[in-house]
């Protein structure tokens, strides 16, 4: 005997997951997952995967991993969303993977140095030996001002704006014409 589905809930699941991707999951993040999940299911279990990612949200379940199965162990973090790109800035952490830091590391040292509610902070994202944080602009110059310099598993951390490629690819192109400039005064 399988158990009872609540069909209108589930269809009204899949209208709610439908209008979040048109209003507000973050298209390049999308993408990044559709070409993973392309990648790791073979098209004859896609479907089979995907309802039974489904049927995990319908019944209010996550799904959960074995420490010793997750590597990362970061994995347990309660998922963080992006903000609007226009409500918000990326701050630049010097601290990553390399020193065993995760999302609710971050979390957890904001909320310690300046009480900023999790509402202010957007998507975390961890690489080898930094991190970027979103956060609300309203927020952003406090959290520098309480966490820049302050020691951070016995170093001092950085925490400042994060640049964006473009404005360091104009960076580098201003300081090769500066180069440029001073090899002709030395003639």
Request: with cysteine; glycine share 4%.
């Amino acid at each position: 005997m399988s158990p009872h589905i609540d069909k209108e809930k589930t269809r009204k699941t899949i209208a709610l997951v439908l209008d979040k991707i048109k209003t507000e999951a973050d298209p390049w993040l999308l993408n990044e997952y559709q070409r993973l999940f392309k990648k790791e299911v073979s098209l004859l279990r896609r479907s089979k995967t995907a309802a039974y990612l489904l049927m995990l949200c319908d019944q209010g379940k996550r799904l959960r991993f074995n420490r010793r199965d997750d590597k990362r162990s970061g994995e347990e973090d309660a998922p963080r969303y992006p903000l609007s790109e226009e409500e918000s800035k990326r701050l630049f952490f010097s601290v990553g993977r390399s020193r065993r830091v995760f999302p609710r590391e971050i979390l957890g040292l904001i909320n310690t140095k300046t009480a900023i509610p999790r509402e202010d902070i957007g998507a975390i994202r961890i690489l080898d030996n930094y991190s970027f944080v979103q956060v609300r602009n309203t927020v952003a110059e406090k959290i520098i001002e309480a966490l820049n310099g302050q020691n951070f598993r016995g170093r001092p951390l950085t925490v400042n704006y994060a640049k964006s490629r473009r404005d360091e690819e104009n960076e580098s192109y201003a300081s090769e014409q500066d180069q440029d400039h001073s090899e002709e005064e030395d003639i």
